[in-house]
C-alpha cells in the first residue's frame, strides 16, 4: 500500500473549510514575497487517472496572479522529445525566479508508465532515479522550491469516477484506454507507484501522498504543505547549501604551464590532413547521424587562442542540416532568472546531430567566477552540477568532447597587437580582452582548477596547443574523429 | 554487478606511489586543521568478507595522531544492543568535533546480514534505510563528515583469500561460517549490497566502491577520497544548511494563551483518583515490561510549574528496576561538542522500561535558541531533526509521551515568592529562574511555535494546566495510563 508520508490529520467539516481559508489568504501574500525574494516555485502533481488532478490545479490557483505562474500539461514524450536527454522536456520548464510552475503529471508518470510498459530495464529504471534525485537536488540546491504531491485513490473509487464520467457523453473524452488499463492492474501499478514514491522522495523534495478520495480534504492537503513549504523557502532564500562530494570518475590532467606549446606542423602536411581528417570527419557524421549517435563539442580557451578558425575547420566538413554552432554571451535576463544550466539544456541538439558551443556553461568557473557574477558557493558547486549535466548527456548517449585552446601569454600578445594594427582585424579586438588579459594569472589559475575538476572519463577535457593554429586545427580533428570512431564502432 | 561509482582511474606502479605518498601526507596535515575547525569525521568500511578492511585500516591512519582517532569494529548486535532502537549504538559512537571515527562494519552490515538471513520483511528493510538516510543527513547537516567506502572482491578473489587464510593455522580462525556462507551465496549477497548502496548513497554522504583486488591500489581509491572529502568539508565548515520540509503527520495544538487554567480538582478527588491511577500504572508497568514496551516521558515546562512534584507522584507507582528518571542540565563539553541529540541517543531505556526525562532534548529550541547558545539555523532545523528522532523511537516502538507543565504568570510569582521567603525552599529557587522570568513573553513565543511544529500523531503534546498541581498530577496519570492501555492491547 502507498504510505502516506502526509503531514495532516483530517479536521472536522467546521475547521477544514478555516483552515483551508487560511491557507489561500496566506497564499495570496506569498505571491508578492516569492516575486520580491525571486523565489521560482515548482509544484508536481501525479496521481491516478481521474483521481481529481486538473480540477485540483483550478482551484490551488483561484487567487493567484496568472502573471505569477504557469501551468503545463504534460504528455508522454514526442518523437522531437525522444530524440532529447530524458530530462531536458523538464529542464526546459523551470520557472524564473519569482514565479510558480504548475506541473500536471511530469518525470514521474513517464517512469512509471516506461515501467509499466516494459518499455525500460532495472538497469535504465535505476539511472533515471539517479537522473531525477540528482535533477530535483540541483534544483533546490540553487534556491528552487520543489512540491510533489501523489493523488491517492483506491481502485474502488477509481473504478466508480471512470464510470461515472464513460456514462456522460461530455466527460467520455476525458477517460483513455491508459486509465482502463490502469485501473485493471491496479495493485501492479500501485506497487509501481510506490517504490517510485520511496526511491524520489528525499529530505529537500519529498512526497506529500494526498488522500483524494474527498475534495475539499485533498485540497488542505495541498494548501498547507504548499504554504508551509513557500514560508520555508522563504527563510532558506539565500542561503548557501554545502559542497558535496564528487563522486565521478576523473581523469588526471596536467596543468597548463606544464603543456608543450612548441607543436608545430609544416603547411604542407597541414593541408594533407586537413583534406583527409575532414573527408574521414564527413563519413563519421553520416554514420553517427544514422546511429543517432548525439555529438557535443565544447570550445573553450584564451582570447585570440583561434577559437573560430579552430570551429571553422570542423563545420566546414559537415553537412549543415546536421550540425549547429551555439556561440554563448553572456546570460540574458530570462536567463540569469534560471538555474545557470538552463540555457544549455534548452539548447541540446536532437540525437544523431552534432552542436557545437562556442564558449560554454564552464563560464560559470572562469568569467562568473572571476568577475563576481556569482557567489564562491554558486561556482564552487558547480563542478558537480557540471558534472551531473554530462552525465547525463553521456547516459543518453551522446559524445561529448570539451577542448581547452591554449596560447601562451607572448602569443596572445602578438595575435592582439596584430589586430589592434589591422584595420580589418580591429572589430575582433575590444577594452575587455586587454583588461582579461591583465588577469591571466587568476583565469589560469580557474582553468587549471576546472579542468582538474571536470575532466570526466565521460567527457574528457583535450587541451589543444595553439601556438601554431594549424597544428590545433588538425589535432582537433584527430580528436573528433577518434572520439567518433570509437562510438561507431560501439553502436554498429 | 556492483556498480562502481569510485572517482578514480588506476594509474601506473609509479604514480600510484607518487599519489599515495601526497595524499598521506596531506592527510597528516588535515589532523591539525581538523582539530582547529573541530571538523567530526566519520569514516565506515564495510565490504566482503577477506576483503581487506581490517589491515586497510591499520595503514591509512599510519601516519595519525592516536589522540586523534578511533577506530571500532562493530560486531552483530548484542542482546542488550537488540532492546535499543537499530541506530542507537551507531549514534552511540559518532566522534567529538575535531576527532575522527573509524569503523568497520556498520548499519549496512546490520541490515545485509538482517536481509539476507531473513529476519526482516520489506517493510522494516524501507524503514531501516529511511533511517540510515535520515542519521546521515541529519550528521552531515551538524557539520559532520561522513565517508564510506565498500570493498568489493570478485567471488573468485574471495575464495581465494579464504582459502589462503584456512590453510594457515595461525590466519584460520580469521574465517568464520558466515565468510563461507557469503562466498557459497556470492551472487544473492551481491543483489543485497548492490541494492543497499543504491539505497543509501546520497549527495552528502555517498557510497565509494572500492576494487579491492589488490592492495596498494585499494589504498589509494581510500586515500584520495578521504582527503579530498575531508578539503572539502574544511571549506563547508560552519555553513547553514537549508531548512527542509515537514514531512511527518502533525496534530493542530492550542496556543498556550488559549489554555484554560481554571480547572481543579477537591483534595477528596485527588486522594481517591490518585489512588486508583496509581494502582493502575503498576499494572501497566508490569504489563509494558512483559511486551517489552519502551516508554519515554518527556517532562518540560515552567519553573516552579510542579514537574518535580508531577514526576514523583508517577514513579512512586513504578518498580524502581523498571524505570530511570533522568534529569538534563546544560549539556557537558563532551557533549557540546557532538550532535546535539548524542547525550539523548546515550541515555534511552532498554525495551520493557521507563525512561523519565526531567527536561529534555527541546533545550534545544528554548533556552538554546532564546539565550544563542546555539545558531538560528541551528535550532530551526532542530524541529525536524527532534521529530525525526521521535519518528526512531516511535518505530522501535516506544510509547513516547511529553508533557508540557502549564502556569499563568501569576501563580509563578506567587510560587517563586513563597520559595523565597520560606528557607526550606530557597534552595529551590535561583537568580536564573527570575531572570528567566523577564523573558517569559520570549519564551511563551517558543514554546507555541515547538508544540505546534513537533505534536506528531507518533509523539504528541499534552499540555498540562498545572495552576492547580493536584489537577495535572492527575491528569498526568491519567494520559500516561491511557496510552500505555492503548499500546498494551494493541500488542497483545
Excluded at 491516478?48 to 514524450?77: C, E, Q, Y
Excluded at 607543436?263 to 553520416?286: A, F, G, P, W
Amino acid at each position: 500500500m502507498i504510505e502516506n508520508y502526509n503531514a495532516l490529520i483530517k479536521p472536522g467539516e467546521e475547521e477544514l473549510e478555516k483552515r483551508l481559508e487560511k491557507a489561500h489568504r496566506r497564499l495570496f501574500a506569498q505571491q508578492m514575497e516569492i516575486k520580491e525574494k525571486g523565489l521560482p516555485v515548482l509544484v508536481l502533481f501525479e496521481g491516478w487517472g481521474a483521481a481529481g488532478k486538473g480540477t485540483m490545479l483550478g482551484k490551488v490557483i483561484r487567487n493567484l496572479d496568472p502573471r505569477f505562474f504557469t501551468a503545463v500539461s504534460m504528455h508522454a514524450p514526442s518523437e522531437d522529445e525522444k530524440r532529447k536527454p530524458f530530462l531536458c522536456r523538464y529542464f526546459s520548464q523551470i520557472p524564473e525566479a519569482g514565479r510558480f510552475l504548475f506541473m500536471d503529471s511530469g518525470w514521474m508518470s513517464e517512469v512509471v508508465h516506461d515501467v509499466l510498459q516494459d518499455r525500460i530495464s532495472t538497469k535504465v529504471y535505476r539511472e533515471r532515479i539517479s537522473s531525477i534525485r540528482r535533477f530535483e537536488r540541483s534544483l533546490t540546491d540553487n534556491g528552487y522550491l520543489v512540491l510533489k504531491f501523489f493523488f491517492q485513490i483506491s481502485k474502488k473509487e477509481q473504478k466508480k469516477r471512470l464510470d461515472a464520467l464513460l456514462a456522460n457523453k461530455d466527460t467520455a473524452w476525458q477517460v483513455d484506454d491508459y486509465d482502463l488499463w490502469e485501473n485493471r492492474h491496479y495493485d501492479k501499478c500501485e506497487k509501481v507507484f510506490d517504490v517510485f514514491l520511496e526511491d524520489t522522495s528525499t529530505s529537500t523534495s519529498p512526497w506529500y501522498v494526498v488522500d483524494a478520495q474527498s475534495r475539499k480534504w485533498a485540497q488542505l492537503q495541498i494548501m498547507e504543505p504548499l504554504v508551509a513549504g513557500i514560508d520555508m523557502a522563504l527563510k532558506n532564500h539565500a542561503l548557501t547549501v554545502p559542497l558535496i562530494q564528487n563522486t565521478f570518475p576523473l581523469l588526471p590532467m596536467p596543468k597548463l604551464v606544464d603543456i608543450d606549446l612548441d607543436k608545430t606542423i609544416t603547411l604542407e602536411d597541414y593541408n594533407v590532413e586537413l583534406r583527409q581528417l575532414q573527408s574521414r570527419l564527413r563519413e563519421l557524421h553520416n554514420q553517427a547521424y544514422r546511429r543517432k549517435i548525439p555529438v557535443i563539442i565544447a570550445y573553450e580557451g584564451w582570447d585570440a587562442a583561434g577559437k573560430g578558425g579552430n570551429i571553422k575547420r570542423l563545420t566546414s566538413a559537415l553537412d549543415p542540416r546536421g550540425y549547429e554552432v551555439i556561440p554563448i554571451a553572456s546570460p540574458k535576463p530570462h536567463e540569469k532568472s534560471r538555474h545557470f544550466l538552463w540555457r544549455f539544456w534548452t539548447r541540446l541538439p536532437k540525437t544523431g546531430h552534432f552542436a557545437i558551443f562556442d564558449r560554454t556553461w564552464y563560464g560559470r568557473v572562469m568569467v562568473e567566477r572571476l568577475e563576481g557574477f556569482c557567489s564562491e558557493n554558486d561556482w564552487q558547486c558547480a563542478y558537480n552540477e557540471i558534472n551531473e549535466f554530462e552525465k547525463e548527456l553521456s547516459d543518453w548517449g551522446a559524445v561529448i568532447i570539451k577542448f581547452w585552446v591554449h596560447i601562451d601569454s607572448d602569443t596572445q600578445l602578438a595575435r592582439f597587437t596584430e589586430r589592434q594594427n589591422n584595420p580589418e582585424k580591429q572589430w575582433k579586438i575590444t577594452d575587455e580582452d586587454w583588461r582579461n588579459r591583465e588577469k591571466r594569472d587568476l583565469y589560469e589559475n580557474a582553468v587549471n582548477e576546472m579542468i582538474a575538476k571536470t575532466s570526466t572519463t565521460y567527457a574528457p577535457w583535450h587541451i589543444l596547443e595553439s601556438n601554431d593554429k594549424h597544428y590545433a586545427r588538425i589535432r582537433a580533428l584527430q580528436i573528433v574523429t577518434g572520439a567518433l570512431e570509437t562510438a561507431v564502432n560501439e553502436r554498429k
